[in-house]
């Protein structure tokens, strides 16, 4: 198994532009999420899917959409790039979210100019 | 926020020495789990209590957990310098993980 797999590593975005980051996981888990990492912040959600064609907000969703169109690939995307979205963003994957350990991937560093 | 915070922010220990790091959270939790970040990676998930144990052990590690001070603690035995590492907690509320802000340690060869 690859496990969570993130798209790209690195990117750098002007302010304005739009992008999707991609995130696929090949373990069949039904609850998949967002998360973006900023210095001292942790971690803090941004969208998150309990199966295929349910999505729900997390605690910093604005400027963010995604979509949840099969059980393996959960995209996120910006619609509108700002600099206060530079940051680490990571994509994370359950068997059925709550009392389950997450599956992490690697990560996209993102900068916005 | 329903972040929780982790105490201390930094902890630079010797190798074969014991490291313990705190987890303070706000509301009441089904389950806190801890988290280990190498640098630039991934994390990793460590252990998962539920709110109705106290302690919990696996390998090295112990955690426990006290639910009327809504706080958890981070046990590492014999600590080695590949456990050099930021260390989160997080616990679920509805279907939303919260993250800790995390302990960064350093364990000197």
């Known amino acids: 198994n690859a496990g969570v797999t993130q798209t790209p590593k690195f990117q750098v975005l002007k302010t304005g532009q739009s992008m999707t980051l991609q995130c696929a996981q090949d373990m069949n888990h039904e609850y998949m999420s967002w998360y973006r990492q900023d210095p001292g912040m942790g971690l803090r959600l941004i969208h998150y899917?309990?199966?295929?064609?349910?999505?729900d907000q997390g605690e910093v969703p604005n400027g963010y959409n995604v979509s949840r169109s099969t059980t393996e690939d959960f995209p996120l995307r910006l619609l509108s790039a700002a600099p206060s979205q530079t940051s680490v963003y990571f994509c994370?994957?359950?068997?059925?979210?709550?009392?389950?350990?997450?599956?992490f991937g690697p990560g996209t560093r993102l900068t916005v100019t | 926020s329903q972040q929780g915070e982790e105490d201390p922010q930094a902890l630079s220990i010797q190798e074969g020495e014991n490291a313990t790091m705190n987890c303070s959270y706000k509301t009441s939790i089904n389950n806190l789990q801890w988290y280990r970040q190498n640098s630039g990676r991934g994390l990793v998930h460590l252990i998962l209590i539920r709110s109705n144990e106290r302690e919990k052990h696996s390998g090295r590690l112990r955690v426990t957990l006290d639910t009327s001070k809504k706080s958890s603690s981070l046990l590492i035995t014999a600590s080695r310098a590949a456990d050099t590492a930021s260390y989160f907690c997080?616990?679920?509320?509805?279907?939303?993980?919260?993250f800790g802000t995390g302990t960064s340690l350093t364990v000197i060869p």
């Open positions: 997080a616990t679920d509320a509805g279907n939303q993980f919260y």
């Open positions: 899917s309990v199966g295929a064609g349910i999505t």
């Open positions: 994370a994957s359950s068997p059925r979210g709550m009392g389950y350990e997450q599956y």
